[in-house]
């Protein structure tokens, strides 16, 4: 087969030896701003695992841009950090690049003491805050900033450093109008917007010299009205490589764009085309960002001309051998990224180390080592949603003899449910790795197996992992068993025929989840809007209205001021926005009293209200499945648990527990 992939490409006179990029990633592992041990295995990691290219970062130019928690190259202390990490990414035949950062406007001011900076004062919706106007003194202090930076990179020995100049980040400030309202030598048109950025290029050019990679990542498209689209951004990039820019690092929007950038809503390549905008008007390599995971696509975008190479950020965080098993074709065994971001921008939001849902060593490479075991046992683990996969494949790596039992006829448990709304099919990417990955690594799976006391004694076995996971809370409301009244578990299975007017009840994630599946029922797909849109058979309204108005009403009724706060942040305003543009009416502070034949009767702002129902949807939450637990327990049987049998919680949790307690046994 023609693997475009794994042919090397070169940056200037660097020879890469393949076309897998990982991106830059504030990684949050470091405490003193130097490269950590932690960072250090992470990045060992990936270069082990056959990534050709490295981009280590975002690496603040100054604190003020970089911040505490970020990673400093701002002075020659943080030199022999790097100088550790080029080596141990060189040993394993990658290359190492810097990306050089400063987030100007971006910049939280509790973290730093004191006011952003930016080219004018503009409030950011990321950050809630209004930075200070730069001066022209420090704007050029800044810039040799970036060029004494570059030559730290240089003289540490990565191979290049990237100028970050997307995300609505420092550079990206002065490139868009919306930010740059200055009428000096730095703003006002279109060409004097980039004086900061040529600024930049042109004084590390006269730090690292002629032949050094110095390259740049840019946003394909800001998606802030009123700023950069894709052809302003293409014509800055081809300014840009015309000034001494080697490789472009295409990726798409600010942070504080309306459009989704990462989260598993977007289309795998959604962005692609944005790279192909920019390439069109280079002649230096191309690589696009976001949502590209699986090496088909990767090789398609690559032999279609999107692109020179691709970066595979989250999907070498899920993964680390991610380029290894592409390119030996082992790809049913690549650990997927389902862009869930539970364990990367979630905690990063939340100031804690990034993690990752699919893989629960990501992070943790140093320490989370599956050694074999001084004996054999013999082990069953009773439920195979991820909690229980992870379980038995760890405790298989360890040399154990492992059996999983499964009521169901299939491997993935609450997977399924997860992927039912539509956007969120990727989590069914996680159940179809395990259905396969269990078996491969030599775990005997027994599926429609009913567990019982009687079995498992009869069995026989030294280690016994529950993770039969969880139920749907029942709770006691007049009506609640009327025929009429579902749970969301049932919904989300495709169980329930829904009516015309549904009241979903409970505004946790589940019940977000299910309103979200029940608006989008009788809403075109993705092909057919393509079909009609190049057949010009509708008008634009038209396709809108029948993208976004389905088969059913649906409103989605919560007791508290707020919907879904068991979500992570990074996920939540994209589901609350989809409720919205779905036409969900979403009531809060709404106290449900009663459900009757066709109504469901609340109370809100101390009233007693009806809201029209032919179905109704309990979301209510989850309570755990332990009632074989009980059964073992009064048979004095011992056994260890783990994930949603423990306490309903996330995905991640449930992956993490399973992972430890298989490790330990
Ligand atoms: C937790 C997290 C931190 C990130 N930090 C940076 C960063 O410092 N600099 C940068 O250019 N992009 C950053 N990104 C964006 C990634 O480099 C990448 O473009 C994005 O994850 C999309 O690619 P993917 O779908 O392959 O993951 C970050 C993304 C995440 C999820």
């Not at 991610?322 to 539970?342: H, L």
């Not at 809201?611 to 327990?633: C, F, I």
């Amino acid at each position: 087969m023609l693997n475009l992939l794994f042919n090397p490409f070169k940056i200037k006179n660097l020879e890469v030896r393949n076309r897998v990029v990982m991106p830059a990633f504030g990684l949050l592992y470091t405490s003193d701003r130097k490269v950590s041990q932690k960072l250090l295995d992470f990045y060992e990691a990936r270069a082990k695992g056959g990534c050709g290219l490295i981009i280590v970062g975002g690496c603040g130019i100054d604190f003020i841009g970089g911040g505490p928690m970020m990673l400093g190259l701002d002075d020659d202390t943080f030199i022999p950090g790097y100088e550790k990490l080029a080596e141990a990414v060189h040993r394993h035949g990658a290359k190492l690049f810097l990306q050089l950062f400063h987030s100007g406007r971006y910049q939280f001011s509790f973290l730093i003491g004191q006011k952003s900076v930016a080219p004018s004062v503009v409030r950011s919706r990321y950050t809630k805050e209004e930075p200070r106007e730069l001066s022209k003194e420090e704007i050029v202090e800044i810039e040799k900033k970036f060029a004494n930076a570059a030559l730290r990179a240089k003289q540490a020995g990565a191979d290049g450093v990237e100028l970050i100049s997307n995300a609505g980040y420092l550079i990206n400030q002065f490139l868009s109008p919306v930010t740059n309202l200055r009428t000096d030598e730095y703003g006002g048109s279109f060409e004097k917007r980039a004086t900061f950025a040529l600024n930049v290029i042109a004084r590390v050019r006269e730090k690292v010299g002629s032949d050094y990679p110095v390259t740049m990542r840019i946003g394909g498209n800001d998606f802030v009205p009123g700023s950069n689209t894709n052809e302003q951004m293409s014509e800055y990039a081809k300014l840009f490589c015309e000034k001494g820019i080697d490789a472009v690092n295409v990726t798409g929007g600010w942070h504080e764009t309306k459009v989704p950038q990462l989260p598993m809503e977007v289309p795998p390549g959604a962005y692609t085309y944005l790279a192909l905008g920019i390439k069109r008007k280079v002649n230096v390599p191309v690589y696009s960002s976001n949502r590209i995971f699986d090496p088909a696509q990767a090789q398609k975008i690559l032999l279609e001309g999107w692109a020179d190479a691709v970066c595979i950020g989250r999907g070498q965080i899920a993964d680390p051998e991610w380029a290894n098993k592409a390119k030996e074709g082992r790809v049913d065994e690549i650990r997927p990224c389902v862009g869930c971001m539970q364990g990367c921008m979630d905690r990063l939001f939340s100031m804690k180390p990034v993690e990752c849902l699919a893989n629960a060593c990501t992070g943790w490479e140093g320490e989370r080592k599956l050694v074999a075991a001084s004996s054999k046992k013999k082990v069953l683990v009773v439920g195979g949603g991820p909690a229980g996969c992870e379980a038995a494949m760890a405790a298989k790596a360890r040399g154990h003899e492992v059996e999983l039992w499964e009521a169901a006829d299939r491997i993935g448990g609450q997977l399924y449910l997860a992927a039912a709304p539509p956007g969120r099919e990727d989590f069914l990417r996680l159940a179809n790795f395990y259905e396969k990955e269990v078996r491969r690594v030599g775990v005997k799976v027994r599926l429609k197996r009913k567990t019982t006391l009687a079995k498992i004694q009869k069995a026989g076995f030294d280690e016994i992992i529950l993770a039969t996971g969880a139920k749907p809370i029942k709770i006691d409301l007049p009506g609640v068993k009327l025929n009429h009244v579902h749970q969301a578990w049932e919904v989300l299975q495709g169980n329930v025929k829904l009516g015309d007017k549904v009241v979903v009840i409970g505004g946790g994630s589940v019940g977000i989840e299910t309103a979200i599946y029940a608006a989008s029922q009788g809403t075109i797909s993705g092909d057919v809007l393509k079909f009609l849109f190049l057949s010009q058979a509708e008008t634009v309204e038209k396709m809108h209205a029948i993208c976004t108005k389905g088969s059913h009403s649906v409103t989605l009724i919560e007791m508290l001021d707020k919907l879904g706060p068991d979500m992570g942040v990074a996920t939540r305003w994209v589901l609350l926005q989809e409720l919205t543009v779905l036409g969900v009416r979403q009531l809060v502070k709404a106290k449900v009293l009663k459900i009757k034949h066709n109504e469901v009767i609340f109370e809100m702002d101390g009233k007693e209200m009806t809201e029209p129902a032919d179905t109704v949807v309990l979301a209510l939450g989850a309570t755990p499945e332990r009632k074989l637990a009980s059964e073992l327990e009064r048979a004095g049987v011992k056994f260890k648990e783990v994930g949603d049998v423990v306490k309903p919680r996330k995905i991640l949790d449930a992956v993490h527990e399973g992972f430890l307690a298989g490790s330990q046994v």
